[in-house]
């Protein structure tokens, strides 16, 4: 999926951000940590995805409190959307770089096109992964026989070694595996026995969960990922902490199990991802990912130019055509610290 905010704004994510002894702040020793629960709330904002009678989607990655969870660095959840109102997803070719897509569908579908030649359909419960590596293109339209479309759209930010690898595309449909207390769909990485085949540039975890109503769900997890919890239908609280839809629940590492909670009358869904804390330092604007300010200006240039690093994407049947790139800032970029 396309950011199509017609100003996006720049942002620059690294970890870190709190003073090391003898970095002109106080020792550990010295000043005692403020407690702070494990448990780290991200509310989502709403963005329109296209012209005046578009879709909303909710974004909750990346924001001010949190830009990574691992490497996941973006996280859009939208409907469910009736698209006889708002028209559905038409979102025309568009660049990416620096990243993978992973598209993740609750009801609905949609046809996926890029510029390696893929025409794929993203369904319910099935794992559409792109990588971008230094360019691609592609675009995303809902099927004529969808009514209700309502899913994920996810990015991971690839590291410095495979950032220019090469445009690939991959297709999975998890089992469901059994739970005490639930159903976990596995599509990245590895969990409650079960393993995805498809493979990724760092270490990470991608899940559906469906919650039974009124269970608790323990999940062994691996202590040094951090964890988030996405909320899409239900009365969720992670550790206690309640969850509402949209929301992500963010852990940091160190728990080796995660203890989610339906508190109500119906079954709860949410993604479950998480990663080994992301090292390097990245650069997010519109469509791209980069480590510099020149990255963004270069791939922007290439992709209005319409260079061959991006390619073509054939077949594409929707109402607009390619998607231009907005106007950069005038001002360079600025870093933003995690917490």
Do not use: K
Request: proline share 10%; glycine share 12%.
């Amino acid at each position: 999926m396309s950011n199509l905010e017609t100003r996006p704004a720049e942002v620059r994510c690294q970890r870190g951000g709190e003073l090391e002894a003898g970095e002109g702040g106080p020792t550990p020793a010295a000043v005692a940590a403020p407690e702070r629960p494990a448990v780290q709330v991200l509310t989502s904002r709403e963005v329109p995805l296209g012209g005046p009678r578009a879709m909303r989607v909710h974004r909750t990655l990346p924001q001010r409190q949190r830009s990574l969870i691992g490497a996941w660095c973006f996280a859009d959840h939208y409907g469910p959307d009736d698209v006889s109102v708002t028209g559905g997803m038409d979102v025309p070719p568009h660049p990416h770089t620096g990243l993978q897509t992973v598209s993740w569908l609750f009801s609905g579908e949609i046809e996926h096109r890029d510029s390696l030649g893929t025409v794929a359909r993203v369904r319910p419960g099935e794992l559409n992964l792109m990588t971008a590596g230094h360019g691609i293109c592609h675009s995303e339209v809902s099927t004529s026989d969808t009514t209700v479309l309502h899913g994920a759209q996810l990015w991971v930010a690839l590291p410095e070694s495979d950032r220019d690898t090469a445009r690939d595309f991959a297709h999975y449909e998890p089992p469901a595996v059994p739970l005490d207390g639930g159903v976990a769909r596995v599509f990245l990485g590895d969990l409650a026995g079960h393993s995805s085949p498809v493979p990724t540039f760092t270490p990470l975890l991608g899940a559906e969960l469906t919650v039974d109503p009124g269970a608790e769900l323990r999940v062994e997890v691996d202590p040094g990922f951090e964890h988030g919890v996405l909320v899409d239908t239900g009365a969720v609280t992670l550790e206690g902490v309640s969850l509402t839809r949209t929301q992500i629940g963010y852990h940091p590492p160190g728990t080796s199990r995660l203890q989610l909670r339906n508190a109500g009358a119906d079954p709860a869904r949410v993604l479950l991802l998480g990663g080994e804390p992301f090292p390097e330092q990245i650069i997010m604007w519109w469509n791209l990912v980069g480590r510099s300010h020149e990255d963004i200006v270069t791939a922007r240039r290439e992709w209005e130019d319409h260079s061959e690093r991006f390619g073509e994407v054939p077949g594409y049947v929707g109402h607009t055509g390619r998607l231009p790139a907005p106007p950069l800032p005038n001002a360079r970029l600025r870093p933003r610290v995690q917490p």
